[in-house]
């Protein structure tokens, strides 16, 4: 229960001034001759950590009902509710949508199938450098499925969008090849696993975004 309260808790902040206003508190019931002025001092105290907690909890609330609300108007971006910072670029993004939803829409799809199959992987340390393809192959999808929506727009900086996107999804695709490697270390190599080598990959390259 304990767990829960504090996961549900906002800012990691919160959570630091909390304890250190509480241990000022019990330092004071220890070592201080207490006075009226030092329990309204404690009250005060308590009071205020009431405060912090309780509207962080509320700005947690208020973001779900904000998240939920996204999901709403674009109910493509359902699959992502874990995701938020890919549903916050998209929304932030659906302007582009009725110049080109076709494009838009593949460019979600695929970054669902790239988080299924990351999610897959985690879970399941066999053939993870055939699924690591394939999630490559969501990956790169969904940057050019993006990217193509630049024929149909103007005055729109598609491309600095583009490499937003590219930075949040590498994030999945880094922690990927960390997990591989890690795994390789721990329990050897077989004909299913092998090394991925971050340095030869497409997305490193200067020309990824030219090819597409």
Do not use: A, C
């Amino acid at each position: 229960m304990i767990y829960k309260y504090l996961n549900s808790v906002y800012s990691k902040k919160t959570i630091i001034s909390s304890v250190i206003i509480s241990l000022y508190i019990i330092y004071s019931l220890n070592y201080s001759n207490l006075t009226t002025k030092g329990v309204l001092g404690i009250l005060i105290s308590l009071i205020f950590v009431w405060y912090i907690i309780d509207k962080d909890k509320s700005l947690v609330k208020d973001h779900d009902v904000m998240i939920s609300n996204i999901i709403i108007e674009i109910p493509i971006l359902k699959d992502l509710k874990k995701y938020e910072e890919l549903i916050l670029f998209f929304y932030k993004n659906k302007v582009i949508m009725k110049y080109d939803y076709v494009n838009y829409k593949k460019s979600i799809l695929s970054v669902t199938q790239m988080i299924t199959n990351y999610e897959y992987i985690k879970n399941n340390s066999k053939n993870i450098r055939f699924l690591f393809d394939i999630l490559l192959k969501d990956y790169h999808l969904s940057i050019k499925h993006f990217k193509n929506m630049e024929f149909n727009l103007k005055n729109y900086n598609i491309l600095k969008e583009v490499n937003i996107l590219n930075k949040l999804l590498l994030f999945y695709v880094d922690d990927i090849i960390l997990y591989n490697n890690n795994n390789l270390e721990l329990n050897g190599y077989n004909v299913f696993k092998n090394k991925i080598d971050n340095s030869i990959l497409p997305f490193n390259q200067s020309t990824f975004f030219e090819e597409m």
